[in-house]
């Protein structure tokens, strides 16, 4: 699923929740309703009562599936048998709704729901599930994958899982998930998965006989599959062996009735013309696209069978072969590089050309559906956007990779779409910077600036650029948001970053809302699957910034974090990043010392301290708000409080359980994080003990690390995966800006020796995919401005500089000041994790830190920034 795709739908410049869009279009509501009764909305779902039933707060819950053209005639049979039954009931409210909830990129487990019935009891539900399969009989609809079909319906589900909500559990990242009691009566997580799941010791009382369990390979009529290459909502894609004649195939399937676009086509139209498509191209122009062998219906699902395209996706041989990031980069290889990339672009522009000449364009080009082969050549894979140049290009493509809006309507070019797609591509090989260069073509100056020691030959960079050259066009009017030259930058690095700061704060103030229901400040996605206070996602963290770089605070805004916390107090969780700890520091800066003791007085006694020692979401996050709190007032309770955490966190009994999922690693969900805390104590407390624990801490996160093949070192998310990650938030910065603390304070050979290698990969990650603090430039550069702060050297000062210079880059012009694109880089963000806060943080820490204040400068030290007064 795309990152934010959901939230992104009911604004074009603001995550929201879907059901905040403006007008979904046609609504579903029943026929007939029985008089008196009346449907509440909830999120995108119309909820409807009845006086004679209660809700249950678990049992056994009915799904009804529905075409999409059958939808109303579904809703009314369901309506009229629940309101027949008294039984509460629910269903999609509006056509865009349910195109949402079945898109090919929705999740996976609500795939398939259009209604949700809840009978009290099994019998009440045997019997609802009689009546309802046998009303709805010849009626189709997708399969609802975290269910099982009542017997031969092919609309009428159930599953054992919760009701109301009303039992369920906090979880230290700020989610709350369901409970159900199992046959024992023991409270369990009521998984949502997209598999038919039961608690243990309940028994399902509506199938004849359980199905044995699948053993032995998979079998789809004549393959074999092997491995899974991708799953989504649409379907699956599989590598499989084709056991009459052994050959490796590559195997498609789509879901009936889902997957669908919002031009409401499913998955099942897209691969029949995809097979259509690839059957006429094999004809025109063998090998222009992978040969299909077959297509067929097994069960209810659609599958194409073609050549299996040996080779890797480009975006796996862009992380491989790139080394404008790499740490051993030399002028040779960057060479190699750019010779390589403008290989592959020509084998593109060949397939694209044979493509063209036949009458087709691709349609959806991005760096997942172009394959390296084993050769060196490009192939394209994936005709599921394929259409006739004579016909009307496909609705569907890659954010970044296909034309926006504008230009498409402004456009007459039938090969639009395939041309944009090519340019994208010539500019991933250069930097990930395609919805900054969509927003701001001007910016892109800046990219080549900050890409100038790699140096992008004239041709790829036109190749790249040419959707966003900015010849002829209007320049940015001075005071919105004009971003100084690359001239200026290299001459006025503190000037131009002194301004970026007015600018940013400008900007947070201009996005501010005290009235909006949904934020004070728009936030990234995961403000709405935690809560909209908080310091990682919510108000307080924009507020945050905007006080420690001397902004004024609107007072109605502070006023809204004051009551938004203490309304959701008992709803928070205790840590730093997402909860009572964090709004506490917060709110004690801001002059709310009386709200923020209160705060993290819930924190220290939640049950989630105790279970969690995180950084972000438990016991070390704590103890920082307590040691905030005796900072500001000298009170030596507050550092009680604190000490107290820290002895906590030495007397952990199972610390892997207690810390983030699958033995997590980094900063915010792993061991740097408590051995940053438990640092900040020992200079609290005078108590080398902290920082001794600290210490093996840290030696236990660098046991999981990894060397790249540069020399550099990293860390990955957790056990699961083995991406390099160069973040704050995750990976190296975030546990090289704890190192570079105890090597500065107890050395430590282990230590001292993993640092150089942990900033060697850090330093060169100049364009970054979003600018944020958690994921981006801007927690790159709040690593090195530390880094250059503790070891004074100049060439960590100079890394510190070029990385906050190139911060300009990603400020898009506002109405007032500039704003930045956040969360998967599809809508604008004002929040600490991946927004404008963040970023101000960032620059604050540089401009009033030593690494600008350096004396062997030459240039005279301009004043602080001026930053703007409340809106």
């Not at 879907?18 to 995108?44: C, K, N």
Request: aromatic share 6%.
């Amino acid at each position: 699923m795309l990152e934010g795709f959901g939230e992104s739908l009911a604004d074009r410049e603001y995550y929201l929740p879907p059901a905040g869009v403006a007008d979904p279009g046609p609504r579903f509501a029943p026929g007939e309703v029985p008089p008196g009764l009346h449907g509440a909305d909830q999120g995108i779902w119309t909820v409807w009562g009845s006086p004679r039933t209660a809700l249950a707060d678990e049992g056994w819950k009915i799904h009804v599936s529905a075409r999409l053209d059958r939808a109303q005639h579904v809703l009314d049979t369901v309506a009229g048998i629940c309101f027949s039954e008294g039984v509460p009931f629910k269903h999609l409210s509006a056509r865009l709704f349910f195109l949402l909830l079945h898109h090919k990129h929705a999740p996976r487990a609500q795939s398939g729901k259009f209604c949700a019935v809840y009978p009290p009891d099994a019998e009440t539900a045997r019997r609802l599930l009689e009546r309802l399969r046998d009303a709805l009989d010849g009626e189709e609809g997708p399969y609802v994958l975290t269910d099982r079909r009542f017997r031969d319906s092919r609309t009428v589900h159930y599953r054992y899982g919760s009701f109301t909500g009303a039992r369920s559990r906090l979880r230290a990242d700020g989610t709350r998930e369901g409970l159900v009691r199992d046959g024992s009566g023991r409270e369990v997580v009521d998984a949502r998965v997209p598999a038919f799941h039961l608690p243990a010791g309940i028994t399902d009382p509506f199938v004849e006989q359980e199905e044995e369990p699948h053993a032995g390979p998979i079998l789809i009529r004549d393959y074999e599959v092997t491995g899974a290459v991708r799953l989504s909502n649409a379907g699956g894609a599989y590598r499989a062996r084709d056991r009459r004649t052994g050959r490796t195939v590559f195997l498609k399937e789509a879901r009936a009735h889902n997957g669908l676009l919002f031009d409401g086509t499913d998955a099942r139209q897209r691969l029949r013309h995809e097979y259509e498509v690839l059957r006429e191209l094999h004809a025109a122009a063998p090998g222009a696209g992978p040969e299909p062998l077959d297509h067929f219906t097994e069960w209810e699902h659609d599958f194409l069978v073609t050549e299996y395209v040996a080779g890797q996706p480009l975006v796996g041989w862009l992380s491989r072969s790139s080394p404008l990031a790499r740490a051993d980069r030399t002028a040779a290889s960057v060479a190699a590089y750019y010779e390589a990339c403008r290989r592959l672009l020509a084998s593109l522009d060949a397939s694209l050309g044979r493509l063209h000449a036949a009458g087709y364009r691709f349609g959806d080009l991005s760096l997942g559906n172009v394959l390296v082969t084993p050769s060196g050549e490009v192939r394209l894979v994936d005709f599921e956007a394929a259409s006739a140049l004579s016909a009307a290009p496909s609705p569907m493509g890659t954010p970044g990779f296909t034309p926006p809006p504008g230009l498409r309507r402004a456009g007459t070019d039938p090969l639009l779409q395939d041309r944009y797609g090519a340019s994208a591509v010539a500019l991933a090989f250069l930097a990930p910077f395609h919805e900054v260069a969509e927003h701001a073509p001007a910016r892109l100056a800046l990219l080549r600036r900050d890409l100038a020691e790699v140096a992008p030959p004239q041709d790829l960079w036109r190749r790249a650029t040419a959707f966003h050259r900015t010849e002829g066009r209007a320049e940015e009017p001075y005071g919105s948001g004009r971003a100084p030259s690359p001239a200026e930058l290299d001459s006025d690095p503190r000037g131009c970053l002194t301004r970026l700061a007015e600018q940013v704060a400008g900007g947070l103030l201009e996005m501010a809302d005290a009235r909006r229901p949904e934020w004070a400040f728009p936030p990234s996605p995961e403000a709405f699957r935690t809560n909209n206070v908080c310091l990682a996602y919510g108000t307080a963290g924009v507020l945050h910034a905007l006080h420690r770089v001397g902004a004024a605070v609107p007072e109605e805004v502070l006023e809204r974090l004051r009551r938004d916390a203490l309304a959701q107090r008992e709803a928070l969780p205790p840590g730093l990043l997402v909860g009572s700890a964090g709004v506490a520091r917060v709110l004690a800066g801001l002059g709310r010392l009386d709200e923020a003791v209160e705060l993290l007085e819930d924190a220290d006694g939640h049950p989630l301290t105790a279970s969690c020692a995180t950084l972000a979401g438990g016991r070390a996050g704590v103890g920082l708000g307590w040691l905030a709190l005796h900072r500001l007032t000298g009170e030596s309770s507050h550092l009680e409080r604190a000490a107290a955490a820290g002895e906590g966190l030495l007397r952990t009994p199972d610390l892997p359980a207690a810390l983030g999922e699958h033995d997590a690693r980094g900063l915010l969900h792993g061991r740097s994080g408590l051995a940053l805390f438990l640092h900040r104590l020992a200079r609290a407390t005078g108590e080398e003990r902290f920082l001794e624990a600290g210490r093996l801490l840290l030696h236990q996160e660098l046991d999981r690390t990894f060397p790249l093949d540069d020399g550099a070192l990293s860390l990955s998310d957790d056990a699961r995966l083995t991406r390099a990650m160069p973040y704050l938030a995750t990976g190296a910065a975030g546990l090289a800006a704890v190192l570079t603390r105890y090597a500065a304070t107890t050395p430590d050979e282990r230590c001292a020796a993993a640092l150089p290698r942990l900033v060697a990969g850090i330093r060169v990650s100049r364009a970054t995919k979003e600018a944020g603090l958690y994921r981006g430039l801007a927690g790159l550069t709040w690593f090195l401005t530390e880094h250059a702060a503790l070891t004074g050297t100049d060439a960590a000062r100079g890394d510190a500089v070029r990385a906050a210079t190139g911060l300009w880059k990603y400020a898009v012009p506002y109405r007032r000041g500039v704003r930045f694109l956040g969360a998967g880089s599809q809508r604008f963000t004002a929040d600490l994790s991946t927004g404008g806060a963040g970023v101000l943080l960032a620059l604050h820490r540089l401009l009033t830190g030593p690494v600008l204040a350096e004396p062997r400068q030459e240039r005279p030290r301009t004043a602080p920034p001026r930053l703007p007064a409340a809106v």
